[in-house]
């Protein structure tokens, strides 16, 4: 049968029964085999709800709510932290909380205490099991009534009662109220004050607490978490070692009943999913406080993820945190290198900033031809057999071309192997050797015949025309000096040097204005 054909009296029954199917499925978050709310994977290492940002207010709340299996989300990823709660739910939340998890709910009696929560009704017997602990009654008719709207001072009476011990062990409020809209008169005056005290629930920046406003999802958190789920921070891991490490925890809370059991969970990765690899933990009483846990017999250079925990037997967990251990090998770094002025030697400079799991009995450097530090080293000089400790270190290399590329790496070797560090890379100076001539004259342009002429380590005769020769010049800069035929240096000669050459071209040195020794 085709839509067109169905009657508008059965399309409006359909469309009806279509909208209440998907209320219940996605508004209610119900599924249809176990009228159970959907629960999320539980995990606080980063975002479980798609609506639930970290930067949402009560965002740490509601993920160890969800991680305690006190309070679930939805199949579609979301947990509605604004929708209200309802009588049931709240009944659902407590049942969990005060039995350690949902699995320790205890089936309901044959017999329905109540006439509106029959034996098949989806929270029969979280309700069932509430009403037997003394926290949560029904009304007089006879009914519970699960699907009202839970207010504020309701769910702070149910909660009170709950860690209390029963409603007769909630002691008296204070003579002076807390808040502005609670008087000492009102009917749940003392739970709220008890609840306040213990810093489960608080007000708003005005003052008040608007005991009658509905309960939404993420204030139900907030009460459940502060209320019945151990508290628990970890900071970044500290004296990170090669197979060691420290992790300092705090338990801020202890929850209802205290905790019993506080640890850490230990994994592989720096995302703390897959299977614990380790979990150092303490029983027995504890309180609140900062604890330090040691963990030994980690593999070097490795990435681990932590997150610490604290059971009453809900558990509180922290949020996850990752380090990595230090490698085994040395770790080395390179520095730039000194140059000689001739091009053809250099000096390379290493840094050995942590020696590894044992010291070096070897460090060096490898030489490479071009600036990428590829292929084969051409040389490779070193020094053994140590031990050696962190610190620079120096060695020579010789026999390099002048203007030319040149790379290298500077390594270290200790029991656990090879440290090498990162690729440098240098350029020899550009040194000519060159046939070179020229002349000297005066100012006027006569010759100065029969003297000397220093080019660097260079003494080069000049001959009676002023004119000279030379086979060669090693040098990028030169200095100039004149002597005389018997060797008296012109300090400040009136006299030009013209120096000719394929390298250096044709250039003149003008000493004008400069007088004899």
């Known amino acids: 049968m085709f839509w067109s054909e169905i009657s508008a009296r059965k399309k409006v029954i359909l469309v009806f029964f279509g909208v209440m199917v998907l209320i219940c499925l996605g508004v209610f978050g119900w599924q249809v085999k176990s009228g159970k709310l959907f629960s999320s994977a539980a995990t606080i290492a980063g975002q479980t709800f798609s609506d639930v940002p970290p930067t949402y207010w009560v965002y740490s709340q509601i993920e160890a709510a969800n991680h305690a299996g006190i309070i679930q989300g939805y199949s579609d990823g979301t947990f509605r932290p604004e929708q209200v709660v309802t009588r049931d739910q709240a009944a659902v939340f407590l049942a969990r909380a005060l039995a350690g998890g949902d699995s320790k709910?205890?089936?309901?009696?044959?017999?329905?205490?109540?006439?509106?929560?029959?034996?098949?009704?989806w929270a029969f017997k979280y309700?069932?099991?509430?009403?037997?602990?003394?926290?949560?009654?029904?009304?007089?008719?006879?009914?519970?009534?699960?699907?009202?709207?839970?207010?504020?001072?309701q769910m702070a009476v149910l909660i009170a009662r709950a860690i209390a011990g029963g409603d007769s062990k909630v002691p008296a409020g204070?003579?002076?109220?807390?808040?502005?809209?609670?008087?000492?008169?009102y009917w749940a005056y003392k739970y709220i004050e008890y609840l306040a005290k213990k810093g489960i629930i608080s007000g708003y920046s005005d003052g008040t607490f608007h005991p009658t406003e509905n309960l939404t999802r993420a204030q139900a958190a907030v009460y459940i978490s502060k209320?019945?789920?151990?508290?628990?921070?970890?900071?970044?891991?500290?004296?990170?070692?090669?197979?060691?490490?420290?992790i300092k925890t705090n338990i801020i809370s202890m929850g209802n009943p205290p905790a019993t059991e506080r640890g850490i969970y230990l994994y592989s990765g720096s995302s703390c999913s897959g299977s614990v690899i380790r979990n150092p933990k303490v029983t027995g009483s504890a309180i609140t406080g900062v604890y330090l846990t040691k963990i030994f017999n980690l593999t070097p250079n490795t990435t681990y993820s932590y997150k610490a925990y604290a059971k009453n037997p809900l558990e509180g967990i922290s949020l996850c945190k990752s380090f990595q251990t230090l490698t085994a090998n040395p770790t080395v770094t390179a520095q730039q290198p000194s140059l000689a002025d001739d091009g053809t030697k250099a000096t390379l400079n290493g840094n050995i900033t942590n020696i590894g799991l044992t010291q070096p009995t070897e460090r060096g450097f490898y030489l490479y031809n071009g600036n990428a530090c590829a292929g084969s080293a051409i040389q490779n000089p070193k020094q053994t057999p140590g031990p050696y400790n962190t610190g620079v270190f120096s060695l020579d290399v010789s026999g390099l071309n002048p203007d030319t590329d040149y790379s290298y790496r500077s390594y270290a070797i200790n029991s656990?192997?090879?440290?090498?560090?990162?690729?440098?890379?240098?350029?020899?100076?550009?040194i000519y050797t060159s046939n070179i001539s020229g002349k000297v004259t005066d100012a006027s342009g006569n010759p100065l015949s029969n003297g000397y002429l220093v080019l660097e380590d260079d003494i080069i005769k000049i001959n009676s025309d002023g004119t000279y020769t030379d086979n060669g010049l090693d040098a990028t800069t030169y200095d100039v000096e004149i002597f005389d035929q018997n060797g008296n240096q012109y300090e400040s000669p009136n006299l030009n040097v013209q120096i000719i050459s394929p390298v250096y071209g044709n250039n003149t040195i003008n000493f004008s204005g400069l007088v004899k020794q």
């Open 416 to 430: 656990s192997g090879k440290g090498t560090s990162n690729c440098l890379s240098f350029h020899t100076p550009v």
């Open 127 to 153: 309700i069932e099991y509430v009403k037997a602990k003394g926290i949560i009654s029904g009304y007089s008719d006879g009914t519970f009534r699960p699907t009202i709207n839970v207010t504020r001072d």
């Open 227 to 246: 209320a019945f789920i151990p508290t628990i921070t970890a900071d970044p891991a500290s004296e990170i070692q090669w197979t060691s490490v420290t």
């Open 105 to 121: 709910v205890p089936a309901g009696p044959t017999i329905a205490s109540f006439k509106d929560v029959a034996t098949n009704y």
């Open 174 to 185: 204070p003579t002076t109220p807390t808040f502005k809209d609670v008087g000492t008169s």
